[in-house]
């Protein structure tokens, strides 16, 4: 089937989809990204992905052009068009056209555009076993604003996670410029130990998750500890499990750090708990 993308309240065929060459995402990554997933043909939590960036829009200065119900709409219709029901997405607002600068946009002119792709996840050998991670040499700068939104400028992590796979694994782990974990290139990061779950403070120059806060609201209900602090990185490399977040893999488990095995090697029992916990959730959301 032909892929469909949506753009700014079109769909058309993936080779006519284009945008301006003067549109501020492209020129100075002015912009904004949510990725999702749908489970039999509804998006998880699509309102807290659009609550989210709407968030980071009032920042940016873009979102009194924001209309969350028609973007909410947008993603349910080019979900729908391309057949897909288990699928990734991703929803992307830009400033759009503007005069030459680098003033900030004022003409209210966004661009939006809506992708989906059949889902494609790590094996289930992966979800057992765990990733292998190394910490990257790229530091978060936990001083800018702009690491707890999900803007397009997203070089910082690319290069991390190109350094992590020359480096025979999975996923990097950043540190900020304080020395502590921040988050890795795509996904959150937890650590259990003595029982409870740890995740760095969004001051820790983090992307606040929307899986990760489910996480949190989890492990309230399972009555698991659940602590915001900073971690150096002894702590996190004596952690009895490490797993990480994100919306499309949901909750993975880290098998080894710097080629340090972390626990058993394996999927602990707090990580294999929150995952159960949280697949109930995700298939009581599509009955």
């Not at 100075?28 to 659009?50: A, P, Q």
């Not at 792709?117 to 992966?126: C, D, F, G, I, T």
């Not at 988050?183 to 403070?201: D, H, K, M, Y």
């Not at 340090?260 to 029992?269: T, Y």
Request: a neutral charge; charged letters at 25%; glycine letters at 10%.
């Amino acid at each position: 089937m032909e892929q469909l993308v949506y753009i700014n309240g079109e769909l058309v065929s993936r080779d006519k989809a284009r945008i301006s060459a003067f549109d501020r995402g492209f020129l100075y990554g002015y912009g904004l990204f949510e990725t999702m997933r749908s489970y039999n043909g509804r998006v998880f939590y699509l309102d807290r992905h659009i609550a989210r960036l709407a968030d980071s829009a009032a920042f940016l200065g873009i979102k009194e052009a924001l209309e969350p119900e028609k973007l909410e709409g947008g993603v349910l219709t080019t979900l729908k068009a391309n057949g897909l029901e288990d699928a990734r997405i991703r929803l992307t607002v830009t400033a759009g056209e503007g005069s030459r600068g680098i003033a900030l946009p004022s003409t209210g002119n966004l661009t939006t555009i809506i992708t989906v792709e059949a889902l494609s996840l790590p094996s289930v050998e992966k979800y057992s076993k765990g990733l292998r991670t190394s910490i990257a040499s790229i530091r978060r700068n936990n001083k800018s604003p702009l690491c707890r939104m999900k803007t397009l400028g997203y070089m910082e992590n690319m290069l991390a996670h190109t350094e992590a796979v020359g480096a025979g694994c999975d996923e990097a782990i950043l540190l900020n410029t304080d020395g502590c974990v921040a988050e890795c290139s795509a996904s959150n990061i937890l650590i259990v130990e003595s029982g409870r779950v740890v995740t760095p403070p969004v001051d820790a120059g983090i992307l606040p998750g929307i899986t990760r806060g489910i996480v949190i609201d989890l492990a309230a209900k399972l009555d698991i500890e659940l602590m915001q602090e900073s971690i150096g990185v002894e702590r996190l490399k004596k952690a009895q499990e490490v797993f990480i977040t994100n919306s499309v893999i949901e909750i993975m488990p880290v098998a080894s750090i710097e080629g340090r095995e972390v626990g058993m090697g394996c999927r602990g029992k707090i990580t294999e708990l929150l995952t159960a916990e949280y697949r109930k959730l995700t298939w009581s959301s599509i009955r």
